[in-house]
């Protein structure tokens, strides 16, 4: 058994693009989908699931039985794309006693988003009678996908079925909170609430601003030795600085604007490539911005991750470094970034003593 003062905890970055797309041009495949290990002693807690995220796990030496839990930040495809993999393959490689593990994330968002401003003629949804399924719908859902590989393994070779192993679950806002999905889908000043605990680590949450998705999570993991607090996708967000507050490490996200008016903008931009310039501005973050944000946060380090696009030259997101007060990356895939007493120094204040210190 793993001593309480020997969990060394770490960040493994199994995945760092962002975006629903398999990045191409210079680099292409330097980065996997977005995906995130954090490792306390034996223990493994995945957030996100991007592109290729079981390989990612495989080739980090973290075995699937090593999960506690599976966090989902939103219900973006590239967080998602490859949950079912993660399950119907890694259940292949449980023994007896395998343990359950949990998989938290959004509830269903209860209404549409609201159409483009630029849309021409209102869009159609798909599946409009389940148009917005949370984290265990979505889960359900995948695995009726399966059911003909499930239900042929399940009864000719004796298989489990994942729902022995895998408990998907939606997370509860406080209603305290005023959340609405459109009229208040990040209300200012919320505090940080609990979605997950057991001996090793205390998971707390907050609502980040990634319009239109909703809800959208950031994620703070609290250990006996340090803390590391993930952004999700955001734009920069009041409640992202309060639940970083004294954080021994933070990774958040960041976005290439240039590119992002290179891909879209020029002369004959139509309303989709105008939706997508509207859609990035607004709901994400600039190398500068998030290494503002971890600085009023005083994050010890700070690594930027979910990079896009995945193919930007290293340089694009180092030019922010030098304002940043702390321990600067910019984490290749597979990365290993030891946070808290791990990295040789005291650990920051947990995020109840930090709340409580105010």
């Not at 996908?145 to 022995?164: G, M």
């Not at 993930?230 to 600085?241: K, M, Q, R, W, Y």
């Not at 105008?274 to 010890?300: F, M």
Request: glycine residues 10%.
């Amino acid at each position: 058994m793993t001593s309480p003062h020997d969990l060394q905890p770490r960040v493994v970055t199994l995945g760092t693009a962002g975006g629903p797309r398999w990045w191409t041009g210079d680099e292409a495949g330097r980065r996997a989908g977005i995906a995130t290990a954090v490792v306390v002693g034996e223990s493994t807690y995945l957030v996100d699931a991007g592109h290729g995220v079981g390989r990612q796990l495989m080739l980090a030496g973290l075995p699937i039985s090593s999960l506690r839990g599976i966090f989902i930040t939103h219900l973006h495809s590239d967080h998602t794309i490859d949950l079912g993999s993660l399950a119907i393959f890694g259940m292949f490689t449980f023994q007896a006693n395998q343990h359950r593990i949990k998989i938290i994330g959004p509830g269903d968002r209860g209404e549409l988003p609201p159409v483009s401003p630029r849309a021409v003629v209102p869009p159609a949804p798909v599946f409009p009678d389940q148009p917005t399924p949370g984290t265990a719908g979505m889960f359900r859902h995948l695995m009726a996908a399966y059911a003909t590989d499930l239900n042929d393994r399940i009864l000719d070779a004796l298989r489990p079925s994942p729902f022995d192993y895998f408990d998907a679950e939606d997370i509860a806002i406080p209603a305290a909170t005023g959340y609405h999905p459109n009229a208040n889908p990040t209300p200012e000043g919320m505090e940080p609430f609990e979605i997950y605990r057991d001996e090793l680590v205390t998971v707390t949450a907050t609502l980040v601003k990634h319009p239109p998705m909703a809800p959208a999570f950031a994620f703070r993991f609290d250990t006996a030795e340090g803390s590391v607090t993930i952004s999700g996708d955001t734009a920069p967000c009041e409640n992202l600085v309060r639940l970083a507050r004294g954080t021994d490490l933070l990774l958040h996200e960041a976005i290439d604007f240039d590119w992002v008016q290179r891909a879209y903008g020029g002369p004959g931009a139509d309303e989709t490539a105008q939706a997508s310039i509207d859609h990035h501005r607004k709901s994400h973050t600039s190398p500068a911005e998030a290494v503002e944000l971890a600085n009023r946060a005083g994050a010890r380090a700070l690594a930027l991750h979910h990079l896009v696009p995945g193919t930007t030259p290293q340089h694009v997101w180092e030019a922010a470094a030098d304002a940043f007060h702390g321990d600067f990356h910019i984490p290749d895939d597979l990365d290993v970034i030891p946070f808290g007493s791990a990295t040789g120094g005291t650990p920051a204040p947990t995020l109840e003593e930090s709340v409580s210190a105010r």
